[in-house]
């Protein structure tokens, strides 16, 4: 059974009107943070670190305000530096390349109708995982300097520790017929949340991957 025509019967509810309040709040935090940046001026060194923290509200919502304010904009000249920066930080670039190709793999993937033993579970999993390394390797290449072949093998690894959680909570869903319609809100709620669980399996293996860095030191 696809998973754009599975209905989650079973799901109460209360949980539309909280998708509806999360998604609009997760909305507005991003639109908050993109205005911070690209009107008032508190640029980044890169714009995929501009976007990084952009896309850290559609799931994070208003939470990714309080994290962007501490850790994230921009300081101005004088301003005391920040104390260091916690996993779940560097954890967001992951979490963004994963929000970013969900809402570009499950459209496409509903649209291909490709499907691997009667469902389009395993193809969207595997596009979103796709779709992901890449967009986390191009942030590696650019924000953090790495070469390419080291920027694919971050990312890769990354994504692999982050489908822990996110692609475990797909499968949790879809077999306990949970999993709503790609069209309806509680659809995209419930990948909010398992955004919020990759972080949670990634955390580890990004925290081995800030221990080394992505750009060795070139000599004088």
Do not use: C
């Amino acid at each position: 059974m696809d998973m754009n025509t599975t209905m989650g019967a079973a799901l109460p509810d209360w949980l539309t009107p909280l998708a509806w309040t999360y998604g609009l709040l997760a909305l507005l935090s991003a639109a908050m943070i993109a205005t911070d940046v690209w009107a008032r001026g508190h640029r980044h060194r890169t714009v995929t670190a501009e976007i990084t923290w952009v896309g850290a509200a559609l799931f994070l919502g208003p939470a990714a305000l309080v994290l962007y304010r501490r850790y994230g904009r921009k300081p101005h000249p004088g301003a005391r530096p920040t104390d260091a920066r916690p996993v779940v930080v560097d954890s967001l670039p992951g979490g963004t390349a994963s929000a970013l190709a969900h809402l570009v793999g499950v459209p496409l993937v509903i649209a291909s109708g490709l499907t691997i033993a009667g469902t389009d579970l395993w193809v969207m999993i595997a596009v979103i995982a796709v779709v992901a390394i890449a967009l986390l390797a191009v942030h590696e290449r650019t924000t953090d300097g790495a070469t390419t072949l080291t920027a694919v093998a971050r990312a890769t690894l990354t994504v692999v520790a982050f489908d822990i959680g996110m692609g475990g909570w797909m499968l949790l869903l879809h077999f306990n017929d949970l999993m709503p319609p790609a069209a309806d809100v509680q659809f995209w709620f419930l990948m909010q949340i398992g955004i919020l669980a990759g972080l949670l399996t990634g955390a580890p293996a990004v925290a081995a991957l800030r221990r080394t860095p992505a750009r060795l030191p070139t000599a004088a």
